[in-house]
């Protein structure tokens, strides 16, 4: 059974930054693709970003220019750098990989902006 782990969240100052991890019981080469969604309280789970096992990357409209999503092949694992946070990032940011065409996901990482 495929585990996704997802560390790196917390509670951040408007303007700041965070980087979320998330790390992967298989090798990485086993996903089509990995990525990042975050389900903020009473809306819709919404893309922030994934990235393809060819390298190719999309990026949700509202984290564009500010958000740069990574993996690491060797340590398994996807990242998110998150760049002058704002209120409207507060979320669950979740992690997700395609796995033999299943979609996982991993339990979830609360961030929260806030002065």
């Known amino acids: 059974q495929v585990q996704l782990v997802e560390s790196g969240g917390g509670l951040v100052q408007p303007g700041g930054s965070l980087r979320l991890s998330c790390a992967a019981s298989?090798?990485?080469?086993?996903?089509?693709?990995m990525g990042w969604y975050r389900q903020a309280p009473g809306k819709q789970r919404e893309l922030v970003a994934v990235?393809?096992?060819?390298?190719?990357?999309i990026y949700g409209d509202s984290v564009q220019g500010r958000f740069t999503i990574s993996r690491d092949n060797f340590k398994n694992a996807v990242y998110l750098q998150m760049n002058s946070l704002e209120p409207e990032d507060t979320a669950v940011y979740y992690c997700?990989?395609?796995?033999?065409?299943?979609?996982?996901w991993g339990q979830g990482t609360q961030v929260t902006v806030s002065s």
């Open positions: 298989i090798s990485i080469f086993n996903f089509n693709q």
């Open positions: 997700t990989v395609d796995y033999q065409s299943t979609t996982l």
């Open positions: 990235i393809r096992r060819i390298g190719s990357s």
